[in-house]
């Protein structure tokens, strides 16, 4: 688990309600539901408009990754490929087999096998970097559905705020209804910046920062298997790669 997405989560609530708290609010004040339902509601059907459904389900499959990211350890990484030049300098191209058919990274085990097969390196890279960009962009993609929803939920906000004000104005003569307009108005706004600011906007960055971390990964094993299959020295492939920890 990243600890410091819980803390942060955390740490944002507890200075929005804990703010609130010393003004003298209370957190019932907070609470509204039509407002809820308008900025909500909107942002998520926003969403669906701009974004496709793949994308969409894509996006609610990696949001788990804001807390549970994918292990990316470049180390381990390099110290894998140099095992398999160190192989493969031993037992050929042909000894990679049974290393490729254990692999449980399917981007690692496909670029492998393409070595195995004796698979030219200018065609094993442009199979990879297909494979590569494809997942990238998939990816990247369904992250920037939480920016565009959190570029939508203030605009949202202020909506609502409007039709709450149009609420009060529309009952100047009922004093009774003057507060639960007014307060639609300041608590659609409040959700529509805090959901934007709080929530969709981190969420969509760290989601980028991990995708982009997954690529640079896979770039290190593109260019360790091209290396072995130039036949390249073990320590150089090494060197080559430690460029990647920067």
């Not at 507890?14 to 907070?30: M, P, Q, R, T």
């Not at 989601?207 to 260019?223: A, D, N």
Request: charged share 15%.
């Amino acid at each position: 688990m990243d600890l410091l997405s819980v803390v942060g989560l955390l740490l944002a609530l507890f200075a929005v309600l804990g703010g609130n708290y010393l003004e003298g609010g209370h957190i019932e004040a907070l609470l509204n539901g039509p407002a809820a339902v308008i900025v909500f509601g909107g942002t998520i059907g926003a969403a669906f408009i701009q974004t496709s459904g793949a994308t969409f389900r894509r996006a609610l499959v990696i949001l788990n990754w804001v807390f549970f990211p994918p292990r990316v350890d470049i180390a381990q990484g390099i110290s894998k490929v140099v095992n398999w030049s160190m192989t493969a300098r031993k037992e050929g191209l042909l000894g990679l087999e049974t290393i490729a058919d254990a692999e449980p990274d399917p981007f690692a085990r496909k670029g492998l096998q393409l070595l195995v097969d004796g698979s030219e390196p200018e065609a094993l890279r442009s199979v990879l970097e297909v494979d590569l960009y494809s997942a990238e962009n998939k990816d990247m993609h369904a992250a920037k559905v939480y920016e565009c929803m959190g570029g939508y939920s203030p605009t949202i906000g202020i909506i609502g705020a409007v039709m709450g004000l149009i609420h009060v104005m529309g009952n100047l003569a009922d004093p009774s209804q003057l507060g639960e307009g007014i307060a639609v108005a300041f608590v659609a706004t409040i959700y529509g910046v805090a959901f934007a600011n709080l929530l969709l906007l981190p969420i969509a960055n760290k989601l980028k920062y991990i995708v982009h971390q997954g690529s640079q990964y896979r770039e290190m094993m593109i260019e360790g298997i091209l290396a072995i299959a130039e036949g390249e020295n073990p320590r150089a492939i090494e060197l080559k790669l430690q460029g990647f920890q920067g």
